[in-house]
């Protein structure tokens, strides 16, 4: 999978991607999630978190 891509402009913060899927996203200390350095993008949870985001802020 490519790697995934959050559009700070639309994340609420929610929290929920890194949840999800923590080995690939966290929160940045501006309040939006952000993709993990050097992260597994081999990882299927990438997809639940494309999936489940509220707003539709993940994309790849
Ligand atoms: S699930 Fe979506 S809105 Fe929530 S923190 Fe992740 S990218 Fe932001």
Do not use: Y
């Amino acid at each position: 999978m490519a790697k995934p891509v959050v559009d700070k402009d639309l994340c609420v913060g929610c929290g929920l991607c890194t949840q999800v899927c923590s080995d690939v996203f966290e929160m940045g200390s501006d309040g939006a999630a952000k993709v993990v350095a050097g992260a597994d993008l081999d990882d299927d949870c990438i997809q639940d978190a494309i999936d489940q985001c509220p707003v539709g802020a993940i994309s790849n």
